[in-house]
């Protein structure tokens, strides 16, 4: 499977005016769902701050993104790449203790 065929199937509407670029060509993601996709990669470092394991912190880290998604699809205001990649980040961080905060419980509960 090529990177491109690869890309494809990641879920992203890839609106290069959106987009971060490198050398100006747009990448392949948006701003927002790189961020978003580039903060999974801190799962593994956040079993490491277990006190972080909560769902209403990780809830909360969804409201940002939801405020500037929401915000820019209803004309409300123009949302900016840099704020893209911060709110994704946050959500993307969210997600993971999401994760962690599911597994905690299933790992109590199936014991």
Same mark, same amino acid.
């Not at 005016?17 to 961020?35: D, S, V």
């Not at 769902?55 to 929401?70: C, E, S, T, V, Y």
């Not at 790449?81 to 299933?106: E, H, K, Y």
């Given at each position: &499977?090529?990177?491109? !065929?690869?890309?494809?199937?990641?879920?992203?509407?890839?609106?290069?005016?959106?987009?971060?670029?490198?050398?100006?060509?747009? &990448?392949? %993601?948006?701003?927002?769902?790189? =961020?978003?996709?580039?903060?999974?990669?801190?799962? @593994?470092?956040?079993?490491?701050?277990?006190?972080?394991?909560?769902? #209403?912190?990780?809830?909360?880290?969804?409201? @940002? &993104?939801? #405020?500037? +998604?929401?915000?820019?699809?209803?004309?409300?205001? !123009?949302?900016?790449?840099? %704020?893209?990649?911060?709110? +994704?980040? &946050?959500? +993307?961080? +969210?997600?993971?203790?999401?994760?962690?905060?599911? =597994?905690?419980?299933?790992?109590? =509960?199936?014991?």
């Amino acid at each position: &499977m090529s990177k491109e !065929e690869l890309l494809a199937i990641v879920p992203c509407h890839r609106k290069p005016e959106r987009c971060l670029k490198i050398n100006g060509k747009p &990448m392949a %993601l948006c701003a927002r769902c790189t =961020a978003l996709y580039s903060s999974y990669l801190l799962l @593994p470092f956040l079993y490491f701050v277990p006190q972080l394991h909560s769902l #209403a912190i990780a809830l909360l880290l969804q409201l @940002p &993104m939801l #405020a500037d +998604g929401l915000s820019q699809k209803w004309k409300w205001r !123009e949302s900016t790449n840099p %704020l893209r990649v911060v709110t +994704g980040t &946050m959500s +993307g961080v +969210g997600q993971c203790l999401f994760i962690w905060f599911i =597994a905690d419980w299933l790992s109590k =509960a199936l014991s």
